[in-house]
Structures are given as structure tokens and as C-alpha cells.
């Protein structure tokens, strides 16, 4: 991590890095410069070169976007983020027209009240203010109707299904059955779970219930913060959890890589 200060790691420091969506142009030139290896190893695992198709389905961008705690080696860390990538495209495809949207500036409980309403699930609670919403494309449009007249702003999300939801459901037996085959090791690197908002304590059970569970970003942080982590480090591409960050723990201290 180039240009950080010497004394970073003197006090608890929590590590964020984006997932899906926060993909550049420029980062398959980077993972090309620092890593030519795992760009090879990608392409072998995916059959393609997943880069040159990251926007176009979450089977691309999962391998993408895939960073670890050396838990999983590299080979079996990519082969499970292709995997998981190509089973969330197909189980959103079974299950029909689904999608996600944002919910931006408004009452978090008005929000998921409208969400249990129309049959839509709240898949990720970023913020105060911000979550997002995931379920059958015409269910959240009407949720979308609902929430404008409740003076909640809306931004409909450019994704290829309605992750973090029920949508997600066919994926998780297969996805399971492959984790139970690959080797884990104990993290060398203490990760959190955004399924429970507390330290990993089943890699495998994790990352599988994760395909349906909504993200607990906001619990996730603020566990963090409690526990000792004044110092938070966005090493991913834009500021985005940065700025989450802030609104959910104004005291922390914010560093990007």
C-alpha cells in the first residue's frame, strides 16, 4: 500500500475494499503491472479474460473483484469467486426479471416498512439514509412509486439481479458443496463478516449464507468502531465506504491507499 504513513498500523486499523460495482477501467492494467500471474490465473478459471466483461455479469466481475486473507489459496479463491459469480447469474435467471435499488435520504423505518409491503427485501444497510432493496423488477418499481410519495429518493441500480435476496437461493447448494471440498486455513488476517457484523467464525458457513443475506455494513462498522478500530482504510478504487464510514462513525479517522 503506497503512500501510507509509517505509523499506520500503530493503532487498530480496519482494511475496506469494495466489492461488485466499484470496477474501473484501469484495473486490469494494474492487476496486469503488480500481478501478470493471477490475471493469467483468472483467465484460465473463467475461460476468458473476465476483466474485458466486468460489466456485463456478475460471473465476470466476481473474479474481477476477488481480494482474501490468505484463508484460500489463490487458485481456489478464484475458482470459488467464478463459481459463485456463474451461480448467482443462473439462480437470478431461474427466478425471473430480478433487480436492486437504492434508497437514498430517507426514514430507515418508513423504508422497510415500505420494503415488507411490496415483497422486497432490504439486501444491504449501508448507512443511515441509504439502503438498498432487491427483489422481482416490478415489485420494487411499485416499492419505488411508494417511496418517492414518501419523499424517499430513489436510484434504480445497474446490476444483472436481485443479489443479497431469496432471488439468490438456487445458488447456495452447490456453492456450499464446493466450499466444503476447499481447503481453508485460519485467516492470518482477521476478517469481518458482514453477514453477522463479528469477526469470521465459519469461513465456509459464511461466504455461503452470504449469497442470500443482506449486507450489515452499518452494523458492521459500528462493531468495528466499539471494538477498538479508530483508524479505517479504503484501499479499493473511490471513496465510497470512506464517506459510509463517516456517517456511521463521524470519530473515526479515514485514510485512502
Known amino acids: 500500500m503506497r503512500g501510507l504513513r509509517g505509523d499506520l498500523w500503530h493503532m487498530p486499523t480496519a482494511i475496506l475494499f469494495p466489492g461488485q460495482g466499484s470496477q474501473t ?154 466450499l466444503g471440498a476447499t481447503y481453508v486455513r485460519a485467516p492470518r488476517i482477521e476478517v469481518w463478516s458482514c453477514v453477522t457484523a463479528k469477526p469470521m467464525d465459519d469461513v465456509r458457513r459464511r461466504l455461503a449464507e452470504g449469497l442470500t443475506a443482506p449486507v450489515r455494513w452499518r452494523e458492521t462498522v459500528i462493531n468495528l468502531h466499539e471494538a477498538g478500530f479508530d483508524r479505517f482504510v479504503d484501499v479499493g478504487p473511490g471513496k465510497v465506504l470512506a464517506k459510509l464510514v463517516k456517517r456511521i462513525a463521524k470519530s473515526a479517522e479515514l485514510v485512502h491507499a
Do not use: K, Y
Not at 97 to 106: E, N, V, Y
Open 25 to 178: 477501467p484501469d484495473m486490469r492494467e494494474r492487476v496486469a503491472e503488480l500481478r501478470p500471474d493471477l490475471l493469467d490465473l483468472a483467465t484460465e478459471v473463467v475461460g476468458e479474460d473476465p476483466f474485458a466483461r466486468a460489466d456485463d455479469d456478475t460471473r465476470f466481475a466476481q473474479p474481477a473483484m476477488l481480494a482474501a486473507a490468505q484463508a484460500i489459496s489463490e487458485r481456489d479463491a478464484l475458482r470459488l469467486a467464478a463459481l459463485r459469480g456463474r451461480l448467482m447469474s443462473e439462480s437470478g435467471a431461474r427466478r425471473g426479471d430480478g433487480t436492486m435499488l437504492a434508497a437514498l435520504g430517507g426514514d430507515d423505518a418508513t423504508v422497510v416498512g415500505i420494503a415488507q409491503q411490496h415483497g422486497v427485501t432490504v439486501a444491504n444497510d449501508n448507512a443511515p439514509g441509504q439502503l438498498v432493496l432487491s427483489g422481482e423488477r416490478a415489485a420494487l418499481q411499485a416499492a419505488g412509486t411508494s417511496l418517492r410519495e414518501a419523499g424517499v429518493r430513489v436510484l434504480e441500480l445497474n446490476v444483472a439481479g436481485a443479489f443479497h435476496s431469496p432471488f439468490m437461493a438456487d445458488a447456495v447448494p452447490d456453492f456450499a458443496e464446493a
